[in-house]
């Protein structure tokens, strides 16, 4: 079944380890329309801040919390200003990099502090919410910051709610099974904000919508607004969003390779490479999908040929493109040095970058890198007699005796043992398809595999990332004609 390829997806989650979860912080704002959502829960707030004013008193004579600060306290949720509270702030993070604060009450504080009446409205100060923003998308462990989507949303807070009903279908075990209907709803509520100014609101419509979600869909300038207003107010990952926008001409937005270049560089290098990493995953993914449309209508179900370059460990051009792959610049990681000026010579010449900049395609099944070696040496001389590797490779001095063209169904060829099949047999997931040069992310480079999972394998580690393979698929550059 032919079909055509969609734009690069920038799948938020992508999750580090936290080594502490801090607090419980972030209310929301009043919306515009009569929905005044801190009177909604005024009570339960007044409630928890009474507790944790009568928790800090617990420790009144003791060196973790003092009397003096507890007033200090009191003050701020009296008069509605925390101009007053920054002695007390440096005062208790000093006390807890020591050691010297409990964490319950270190908690309850946040909690407090992020309590601010400004002009009759009760706004949260963010900061918990931003926490697990950043946890999620920066590293690759869901787990660890959906405590934080939790303790944040727990306050009533709008913007958090729906980050944590994302978080709830994404993370196994958590459920959410109304989760899309609970984002639904308050979809309207985040446009709200966002037009009053809310930069946490605006990220979390631009990202979505950049993904495609069916309830952020926008206008170009809306989606650019939004990712605008979050990319000033410190989200780097907006500006990548609008990098990628610009660079090319996504979600309607006019290309732009000027402005794309002044975003990409925008923002801490942790977060960028953050989504650089995602997006050249959602990349690889798509390569996946353009490999098995191809194998169900080929001959023998086998995966598109190598390139008819000799020399380029890359999918034939002719073969894929355009039938199969739409978008040849998904060939393109976005963590590439030049990765701008590949966009322009695909914008003139499509079939151009199909070769292996970004990715190396092997083409063959390898499991090791015994075999591994072996077919690059087959590689390396069939491109110095000009030739192009098109068939099953004799191998005598491996175990099978054949390195075999990659298709599907492969995995079964790996049957060392009629007698006991599933212990000698490979997965899909065991097979690497495709891998990302090392070097354009910190630590290692993603890797696509038969089954269409991708995954970051640090360098120099495990197969296919272990420093002989990679090096011997490096050495290849030198037959590029």
Known sequence: MRGKMIGPSTRWFMISSLSIVVAMSTFGYVQNEGVVYAQRVDAESNDRADAALATLRDHWDSEIITGAMVDEIKKVLDVGSTEDLKPLLERLELLKKAGKVYAPDFALWWEVRGRNEIGGKLFWDRELLRDAVKTAMDGNNIVAAF?????????GDPIAR???SIAEQESSGYGGRDAMESIGKNARVARDLAEAGDADAAFFLG?????????????????IGWLEMAAEA???????????AYGRGRHGVPRDRAKAREWSSKGSSAPRDGVLRAQSANNLKQLALVGKMFANESRGEKWPALSATPGQLAMDASAVYPEYLTDPTVYISPAHPDYYDLLDEG???PKSVLRHHSYWYLGYAVTNEEQGL???EHFREAAKSGEVLAEDIDAPGLDLGTIYQLREGIERFFITDINNPAASAVAQSELPIMIERPGMHESGANVLFLDGHVEFVAYPGKFPMT??????????????H
């Open 147 to 155: 405590p934080m989507f939790r303790e944040a949303a727990a306050t």
């Open 162 to 164: 729906m980050w944590l």
């Open 207 to 223: 990202l979505f919508a950049a993904e495609g979600g069916e309830f952020f869909t926008s206008s170009p300038e809306e989606l």
């Open 234 to 244: 410190g989200y780097g990952h907006a500006a990548s969003l609008l990098a990628e």
């Open 347 to 349: 914008d003139s010449a």
């Open 374 to 376: 072996v077919l690059v």
């Open 467 to 480: 420093e002989r393979f990679i090096q011997a698929l490096k050495s290849l550059d030198d037959l590029d």
